[in-house]
C-alpha cells in the first residue's frame, strides 16, 4: 500500500478587515441592544457582532444567561502574550452563532458551557494551551467545519449530549483530536484527526454514531495511541471511518459491547486493525483490516460477537484471533495472506465458522481449546502448514469444507481431541511430499462421516472399501472427483444492498467456488444484465445508474459438468433526499396584457408529480420528468393571487415555492384641450376690437379625424380638422 500523502487543512476564515475592540462582556438580553449591537435578536435579524481584532490577555468575548439569537462573525482574537484567558466564552446561552473566526494564542479558544442549540462554523482555533474547541454540560449543539490545530486538545466534549460534529479538522495535538466524555447520542461525521496522540476518543458516550471520519498518524508514547477508541460506550455505531498508521490499533472497543462496526478500512496500523475487549454482542461487518503489525481483527473476553464479510488480509501475525470469546459468529469473512493464523480461535468454545474463506495463511483454521466449535462450508486454500487444525479441542463439528492444496496437512486432529464429528468435506491434494497427508487424527473417538452413508470426498481415495489413513477411519468415503462433477458450486450470500438514489460506489461481488468453472449470468428482476465465462474467482457488478424502486440481483453460475448454483441479493434504491426548486420573484403586471408566466426549474434523481395552488385552492396537478414546469397567468381579475407550486419526488419528498401575482388596473391617457375662439367687432367710431375666449376640455376624449379637401386651378387646400368629444 502507498502511504498517504496528507494534505495540510487550509484556513476556512475570511479575512475581513479588522477594528480594534477591547474585551466585550454581554450578560442579558438586554446588554445587546444597550451596548449597541445591530439587530434585533430574532433568528430572521440576529445582534451581530462583527469584523473585531480583541488582542487581549483576558476572556475577549463573554456571553452570559441569553435567549435571543445573535451572530459572531468574522472577528480576530489572540492573547497579547503569555497564552491565557478564553477566546469566546458562552455560559448558559441559548441560540447563538460563531462563525469565521480565528483565535490563536489563548488558553481555550471557544468554549460553550451550559448552552443548547449553539452553533460554531468556520472557525479555526491555533496554538491555543488549552482544548481547541470546548462543550462542557452543553446540548444539541453543532460544530461544524471547523480547523483546531497546535494544542493538546481539538474538539473536547464534556458531559455534552447529542452534540453534532461534522466535517472538522483536528490536527498535530499532543493529547487527542476528539475527545468525548460523558457525552452520548452525539453524531460525529466527517471529521478528520492527524496526527494526534489519539484521533478519537469516546468515553462513557453511549449511543454515539460516528460516520466517514478518519484518523491518521496518532503517535506518542501513551497507551491510547489508537485511531479510534471506544471505552464504556456501548451501543455505538461506526460506519465508513478510516483509521491508518496508528501506533496502536486502528479501532480499539474497551468494554463497549453492543456496537455496531461496519464497512471501516483499518491499514498499517502498529498493533491491530480491529481490538474489542469485554466488548461482546457487537457485530463487525463488511470492514477491511490490512498490513497491521499484529492481527488483522483480535477480540478478547468478547462474548457473542458477530464478524460478518470482513476482508482481513496481510497482517503480520493473525486475520482474526478470538481469545476467551465464546458463542461467537463468524461468517463470509476473507482471510489470505497473514503471517501466522488466517482464523486463530483460541479458549472460544461454542465458536461458529460458516462460509468463510482462508488462503495463503500459515493455518488456515487453527481451533485451540475451544471445544465444541463448528465449521461449515468454510474453505482452506493453499495455506503454508495445514488447511483446519483441532488442537485440544472436543466434541468439534467439521461440515462440508472444501480443504485443499495446503503444503502441509489438510486437516488435522492433535493432541487428544476427542468426540469430533467429520464428514461432507473436500479434502484434496494436501501435502507436497509422502511426509504429509490429506488427514491426520491423533485424537480419540472422532468420527469422520455421518454415521449413515457418506463420509468425506478423497483425492487419494482409490474407491474399494473405507478409507484408513494416519489414523482416520472413514466408513463411506467418496474419490474428489465425485464430488467436482457431482456437486454444484459453492457462492455466498452478500447483503442485501440499500442506498440512496443518485449513488455510484455500490456494487455487489459474489465470491462463488468450484473446482471445474464454466460460466455465470446475472439477472435483475427479469432480465439479463451481464453474462460470460467464469475462472472461478468473485464476480462483480456495479449499481450505477438505478432509479428509484426495488430490484432483484440474481447470480447464476455454472460448472463444467452442468452442475448450476445461484444467489440473489435484493437492492433497494430509496430517496430521502428533497426535490430542488428555485424562488421566483413576485409578478405584478397589467390587466389586459399577455405573456405573463411563471416558469421553475426543479430538479430531483427521481421526479414524480406537482400541486398548483391558487389562494391554497387546489388548481392544478400533473407530472414532471427533469423538465421545467410552466403555467401562464394571463386574464386575470384585477387582485393579488398566492400561486404556491408544490413538486413532490419518488421518495415522498417535496419543495414548495410562493409567488404573489398582483395584477392592475388598466393604465388610461388623460388628455386636456384648449380651444380658442376669435372674434372682431367694428365700433361705430372705426375703431376694431377683437376678442377671444378660452375653453378647456379634459376628460378621455374620442378624437374624430375629418379630412377636408379643396381643389382649385392653381393647387390643392387640404384641411385636418380634429374634433374632440368628451365621453
Not at 490499533?249 to 464497512?263: D, K, Q, T
Request: with cysteine.
Amino acid at each position: 500500500m502507498k502511504p498517504e500523502i496528507r494534505q495540510t487543512p487550509k484556513a476556512k476564515v475570511r479575512v475581513p478587515a479588522y477594528s480594534p475592540s477591547s474585551p466585550i462582556l454581554i450578560q442579558s438580553d438586554d446588554d445587546f441592544e444597550t451596548q449597541g449591537w445591530p439587530g434585533e435578536g430574532s433568528a430572521e435579524n440576529p445582534y451581530l457582532i462583527e469584523g473585531l481584532n480583541i488582542t487581549s490577555d483576558e476572556d475577549c468575548i463573554i456571553i452570559y444567561n441569553t435567549t435571543d439569537y445573535f451572530t459572531i462573525r468574522g472577528c480576530f482574537i489572540s492573547s497579547v502574550g503569555t497564552k491565557i484567558g478564553t477566546g469566546i466564552l458562552f455560559n448558559e446561552t441559548t441560540n447563538g452563532l460563531v462563525e469565521d473566526c480565528w483565535i490563536q494564542n489563548k488558553h481555550r479558544a471557544y468554549l460553550l458551557s451550559s448552552s443548547q442549540k449553539c452553533v460554531v462554523r468556520n472557525c479555526t482555533a491555533s496554538n491555543n494551551d488549552g482544548p481547541s474547541f470546548t462543550l462542557s454540560q452543553s446540548e444539541d449543539c453543532l460544530l461544524e467545519n471547523n480547523t483546531a490545530t497546535l494544542s493538546p486538545y481539538g474538539f473536547y466534549l464534556d458531559y455534552s449530549i447529542r452534540s453534532t460534529l461534522r466535517d472538522n479538522i483536528a490536527d498535530d495535538h499532543t493529547v487527542y483530536g476528539f475527545w468525548l466524555i460523558h457525552s452520548g447520542e452525539s453524531i460525529l461525521t466527517g471529521n478528520e484527526a492527524y496526527l494526534c496522540s489519539s484521533g478519537f476518543y469516546l468515553y462513557e458516550s453511549e449511543d454515539c454514531v460516528l460516520v466517514d471520519n478518519k484518523a491518521t498518524g496518532s503517535h506518542s508514547a501513551s497507551a491510547l495511541s489508537d485511531g479510534f477508541r471506544l471505552d464504556y460506550s456501548q451501543r455505538s455505531i461506526l460506519k465508513n471511518c478510516r483509521s491508518f498508521d496508528n501506533q496502536r490499533h486502528g479501532l480499539f472497543l474497551y468494554w463497549s459491547p453492543r456496537c455496531a462496526v461496519e464497512n471501516n478500512s483499518m491499514s498499517m496500523n502498529g498493533i491491530h486493525g480491529l481490538a474489542a475487549w469485554n466488548s461482546g454482542r457487537s457485530t463487525i461487518s463488511d470492514n477491511t483490516a490490512s498490513e497491521n503489525g499484529d492481527s488483522g481483527m483480535y477480540l478478547w473476553h468478547s462474548d457473542g460477537v458477530s464478524l460478518i464479510d470482513n476482508n482481513v488480509s496481510l497482517n503480520l501475525e493473525n486475520g482474526v484471533h478470538l481469545l476467551s470469546s465464546d458463542e461467537c459468529l463468524l461468517r463470509g469473512n476473507d482471510v489470505e495472506h497473514n503471517d501466522i493464523f488466517g482464523f486463530f480461535v483460541e479458549s472460544s468454545s461454542d465458536t461458529y465458522l460458516e462460509q468463510n474463506y482462508a488462503e495463503d495463511n500459515e493455518d488456515g483454521y487453527y481451533v485451540y481449546y475451544s471445544n465444541n466449535s463448528t465449521l461449515i462450508r468454510n474453505t482452506a486454500h493453499k495455506n503454508m502448514d495445514v488447511g483446519i487444525e483441532l488442537h485440544y479441542s472436543d466434541n468439534c463439528t467439521v461440515i462440508g469444507n472444501q480443504v485443499s492444496n495446503q503444503t502441509h496437512h489438510g486437516i488435522w486432529i492433535r493432541d487428544s481431541g476427542t468426540g469430533c464429528r467429520l464428514y461432507y468435506n473436500l479434502i484434496m491434494y494436501n501435502g507436497v511430499n509422502p511426509s504429509y497427508y490429506n488427514a491426520i487424527d491423533s485424537g480419540t473417538l472422532n468420527i469422520w462421516d455421518d454415521s449413515v452413508d457418506l463420509g468425506n470426498f478423497w483425492s487419494d481415495y482409490d474407491g474399494t472399501g473405507p478409507y484408513t489413513n494416519m489414523g482416520v477411519e472413514d466408513r463411506y468415503p467418496q474419490t474428489a472427483e465425485y464430488y467436482i462433477t457431482e456437486f454444484p458450486p459453492t457462492i455466498d450470500h452478500p447483503n442485501d444492498v440499500d442506498f440512496e438514489v443518485g449513488s455510484l460506489e455500490y456494487m455487489i461481488t459474489w465470491n462463488p467456488h468450484d473446482y471445474s468453472p464454466d460460466s455465470y449470468i446475472i439477472f435483475r428482476n427479469e432480465g439479463v444484465l451481464d453474462s460470460g465465462e467464469w475462472n472461478g474467482g468473485p464476480i462483480s457488478i456495479a449499481l450505477d445508474g438505478l432509479e428509484f424502486g426495488v430490484f432483484n440481483y440474481t447470480l447464476h453460475v455454472n460448472d463444467t459438468y452442468n452442475n448450476t448454483s445461484s444467489d440473489t441479493v435484493l437492492v433497494t434504491v430509496v430517496d430521502t433526499t428533497p426535490p430542488i426548486l428555485n424562488s421566483l420573484p413576485d409578478v405584478e403586471y397589467e390587466s389586459g396584457k399577455t405573456g405573463n408566466e411563471l416558469v421553475w426549474f426543479p430538479v430531483d434523481c427521481s421526479p414524480d408529480s406537482f400541486q398548483l395552488y391558487i389562494d391554497s385552492v387546489l388548481n392544478n396537478t400533473g407530472t414532471w420528468f427533469e423538465s421545467n414546469i410552466t403555467f401562464n397567468i394571463d386574464g386575470l381579475d384585477v387582485g393579488i393571487y398566492n400561486y404556491t407550486l408544490v413538486i413532490f419526488d419518488m421518495g415522498g419528498n417535496s419543495a414548495s415555492d410562493s409567488v404573489i401575482v398582483t395584477v392592475t388596473e388598466t393604465t388610461t391617457t388623460s388628455i386636456t384641450t384648449t380651444t380658442t375662439t376669435s372674434s372682431t367687432i367694428t365700433t361705430s367710431s372705426g375703431t376694431t376690437e377683437t376678442t377671444s375666449s378660452t375653453t378647456t376640455t379634459s376628460g378621455n376624449l374620442d378624437a374624430t379625424l375629418i379630412l377636408l379637401v379643396s381643389g382649385g386651378a392653381i393647387g390643392v387646400l387640404v384641411v385636418v380638422v380634429i374634433i374632440l368629444k368628451k365621453k
